[in-house]
């Protein structure tokens, strides 16, 4: 009886183990994990379509993830959509003023997020700045419209 009571108490502290691993995966996978590096970097742009980007999605540069999206909103000056960004305090400081930001798809229909490349420019982005160079998503469905359209001439 006693081995009994030992193998199910193995079982359930297995079983457990198993749930907090999955959910420990699924807090890292949507960025929502604590402990995570710090972002205190600050960096807005704004983005004449911004084709199904989220918050939350990730920033990069060079391929390697260094903040995330915290907001997105209709900018009500220029009637764009504006993107709030959170970076790594050590890359923000880095960017400079003619940095670009564009909106990147990972495979042909994957999740969109922003890349960033910095330029030559000496004067550096202040926390709270905005990358003025920015590139829009490419939406498929217009890409399709331009060639239907440009076939029937």
């Known amino acids: 009886m006693k081995r009994s009571k030992w193998l199910e108490a193995g079982v359930g502290a297995f079983v457990l183990a198993g749930f907090l691993g999955l959910v420990f995966l699924g807090l890292q996978v949507s960025g929502l994990a604590p402990g995570q590096a710090e972002q205190n ?3 807005h742009a704004n983005f004449s379509n911004i084709g199904g980007l989220k918050e939350r999605s990730r920033v ?3 391929g390697v993830t260094v903040g995330r999206i915290t907001d997105i909103e209709l900018d009500p000056q ?20 003619d940095s670009t930001a564009s909106i990147l798809t990972a495979g042909l229909l994957g999740e969109k997020y922003i890349g960033l490349s910095t330029g030559g420019a000496p004067e550096m982005i202040e926390d709270g700045g905005t990358i003025r160079d920015t590139q829009s998503a490419l939406v498929l469905e217009e890409l399709i419209q331009q060639f239907v359209s440009n076939m029937s001439k």
């Open 41 to 43: 970097f600050t960096v």
């Open 60 to 62: 990069t540069m060079a």
């Open 78 to 97: 220029w009637l764009e959509g504006r993107v709030t960004m959170k970076i790594d305090s050590d890359v923000g400081e880095k960017l400079s003023q």
